[in-house]
């Protein structure tokens, strides 16, 4: 996308703001600003795409937005909830306006055959795995830092502070919590406005939103049922956990398909079950790890308490004892929009780029941990999306009913040319649009 085409919905924004300059010029030295600074925020993004970290252990990736801010002139602070920065800019009296991202990456090998793709391994969990960008942080992190250098640039048409926040261990970690929890509305102020954006395996150039309920709940399973081991020739001198396990992973759908109203969204997945040596031998335990995800309180609460039963009567039907039962580690509320500040911006998106901003029909079953920062009483917030995929490619594919590779594939490969491009046109406009 031109970065001309923000001529109108810049005109929108400036036109309250009484400057030296005239909202055309701002608009134009915008877009040539962009225009100069985007090889450097292509390396900057294939950089952090070859040299992921996962979360708590952003210490590269953290250190690289820090040298990126502080050269823009924002006072930054490190180590905010273990690797997180806070980057502050004052301009004058005004708002505080807050723009996240992610720093981390995830556990997972990437295939994308890219020149820039990721090699990295590192222990994670006790044991050895890949880290791989495949959730679109790498972008969201350019894409950051673009917004930044635009609003720095444009700082004569606008008063107020600068809040960038830099978070680590979005990926199940709460690294939200801990930067909330590290004092990060304390020691910096409760922000007036809060953004971010989040990348979505749909054609580039496009920004989708939506007020009120975005994201769904998320709540962590892990699940210990116990048996008594033994020889595989022996099946009746054991209690074998497998087997418990297995009819749990079947039977908890009954949850989802039988109790939960079906006019209200949920699901129950079990994503690792772990247990066992060898195939003559039966482990005197199993352990299941999965998610939930819903909308609705009383339906996460009817899905949670459905799980645990069924795991309780799965142990007992087996004579086995107790399970151990976790749910809701590192859980994660619906990241939910400010209805009054979503149609302001929609209709700001809708001046930069026409037909290619839209709302989305529905909220989305996966998760964020953003609804931390907006429990914690950030007034006004928008988490907003970017499309990261070639037009005509995912035509294609939707044609042969074979979509392209969703967010955590290790196919999933965003064209960062122009989807950095539109994180930063986004984002700096929906900053201006709530500075004075």
């Known amino acids: 996308m031109n970065p001309r085409r923000l001529l109108p919905a810049l005109l929108l924004v400036l036109s309250a703001h009484a400057t030296a300059q005239s909202p055309a010029d701002l608009a134009a030295e915008t877009g ?6 985007y090889p450097r925020l292509d390396a900057l993004y ?21 040298k990126q801010m502080r050269a823009l002139g924002f006072e930054v ?58 959730c679109g942080h790498d972008i969201h992190m350019a894409a950051w830092v673009g917004a930044a250098d635009a609003l720095i640039a444009s700082k004569s048409a606008w008063s107020g502070t600068l809040m960038f926040v830099a978070q680590p261990a979005e990926e199940g970690g709460g690294g939200a919590q801990a930067m909330i929890d590290d004092g990060l509305f304390r020691r910096f102020g ?39 081991g033994g020889h595989g020739a022996d099946p009746s001198a054991t209690i074998d956990p497998v087997l418990i ?18 006019q209200e969204p949920g699901v129950v997945t079990i994503g690792a ?45 087996a004579g086995a004892p107790e399970p151990e039962i976790a749910l809701g580690g590192h859980a994660y509320d619906a990241v939910v929009n400010d209805p009054a500040l979503t149609a302001e911006m929609a209709q700001v998106f809708k001046a930069a780029f026409g037909a290619r901003a839209s709302e989305l029909p529905r909220p989305g079953t996966p998760s964020e941990d953003y609804s931390a920062y907006v429990n914690a009483g950030v007034a006004k917030s928008l988490f907003f999306t970017i499309g990261v995929y070639d037009p ?25 040319e122009p989807a950095i491009r539109t994180g930063v046109e986004a984002m700096t406009l929906a900053v201006l649009s709530v500075l004075h």
């Open 77 to 134: 602070t490190e180590h905010i909830g273990k690797t997180g920065l806070v980057a502050i800019y004052r301009n004058g009296p005004g708002p505080t306006v807050m723009v996240r991202t992610e720093l981390d990456a995830l556990p997972l090998q990437e295939l994308t055959g890219l020149p820039y793709a990721s090699h990295v391994q590192t222990e994670w969990n006790g044991r050895q795995t890949y880290v791989m960008h495949a």
């Open 392 to 416: 005509a490619g995912f035509a294609a594919a939707q044609a042969e009913g074979k979509p392209l590779p969703y967010n955590h594939s290790p196919h999933f490969a965003p064209v960062p």
């Open 273 to 317: 079950i772990e247990g066992g040596s060898a195939g003559n031998i039966i482990p005197d335990r199993v352990v299941l790890r999965g998610t939930v995800r819903s909308f609705d309180p009383a339906t996460r609460a009817k899905l949670k308490a459905g799980i645990e039963r069924v795991a309780r009567a799965e142990a007992a039907m």
């Open 32 to 37: 040539h600003r962009l225009d100069a600074s």
């Open 245 to 262: 396990a297995s009819r749990f992973v079947v039977d908890v759908q009954s949850v989802v398909s039988r109790e939960k109203d079906p």
């Open 190 to 228: 409760k922000p007036d406005y809060g953004f971010a954006l989040h990348t979505a395996p749909v054609p580039y150039g496009t920004v989708q939103y939506r007020p009120g309920v975005l994201t769904s709940n998320s709540d962590d399973i892990a699940i210990t049922f116990k048996g008594r």
């Open 46 to 66: 294939k950089d952090i795409h070859a040299h992921p970290e996962l979360g708590f252990a952003e210490v590269r990736t953290a250190a690289l937005l820090a």
